[in-house]
């Protein structure tokens, strides 16, 4: 079966640009989370999604955005872009909605904003 | 608030080695504990949790970690390292009821020949 995919691989944005990240959970997961992490540092958590609906948000500022369609993908939104903004964006998917169970995370997208 | 703690950025060892890695967690009510293995260029793989049950967890590629409630602790073992084990590994706590995982700042694990 394959796992979580996540398109475009790499990815470079000017300042102020918008961005669109893509994710495709692996089949019958329902739930997709997103996650930042800058390099050297851990994960960073920035939403979570089930059922088409928004279930966590880190804290993160409303330029960022996010959605999950019927098929359960999702769409990570980043506006007016930052050059703090670069970073890897993880996307993992899970069964359940909630509790401590498994996530598979998928091998992100590397965003460079300059 | 939850908060996870690496304590050491950096774990150079030998081949055939023991290794540990420390982490500590913070939280006022309970959490699930994870340890997550990050090879480079790659997304994360699950090493091992501990979700409730015996304190002692063993998971791929022959690593281990004990639970410790009193010492607030998560630490990873493995009694001997091999070269591919070098990578970044991440601890992380998830409250009960969500979904949202918190994670250290990670270990770089080198293992020398």
């Known amino acids: 079966d394959a796992g979580v995919t996540q398109s475009p691989t790499h990815l470079i944005k000017t300042r102020g640009q918008q961005v669109t990240l893509r994710c495709s959970p692996i089949?019958?997961?329902?739930?997709v989370s997103w996650y930042q992490q800058v390099l050297g540092q851990g994960p960073q958590f920035i939403f979570q999604?089930?059922?088409?609906?928004?279930?966590g948000r880190g804290n993160f500022p409303d330029r960022f955005s996010a959605r999950q369609f019927p098929n359960y993908s999702s769409e990570l939104n980043v506006n007016a872009l930052l050059l703090g903004d670069s970073a890897l964006y993880l996307c993992?998917?899970?069964?359940?909605?909630?509790?401590?169970?498994?996530?598979?995370f998928g091998p992100g997208t590397r965003l460079t904003v300059t | 608030a939850q908060s996870v703690t690496q304590l050491d950025s950096q774990v150079p060892v030998f081949e055939e080695a023991p290794v540990e890695l420390r982490c500590n967690y913070s939280?006022?009510?309970?959490?699930?504990l994870f340890w997550y293995v990050q090879y480079p260029n790659q997304g994360l793989q699950l090493l091992l949790k501990?979700?409730?049950?015996?304190?002692l967890v063993k998971g791929i590629n022959g690593f281990e970690a004990e639970f410790n409630k009193s010492q607030t602790s998560f630490h990873l073992r493995k009694p001997s390292v091999h070269i591919s084990d070098t990578a970044e590994y991440f601890c992380?706590?998830?409250?009960?009821?969500?979904?949202?995982?918190?994670f250290g700042t990670g270990t770089r694990l080198q293992v020398f020949p």
């Open positions: 993992a998917s899970s069964f359940r909605t909630s509790g401590s169970y498994e996530q598979y």
């Open positions: 089949s019958g997961h329902k739930s």
């Open positions: 999604y089930y059922e088409k609906e928004e279930r």
């Open positions: 939280s006022s009510v309970s959490v699930y």
């Open positions: 501990y979700l409730s049950g015996s304190t």
């Open positions: 992380a706590v998830s409250v009960a009821d969500t979904d949202k995982l918190i």
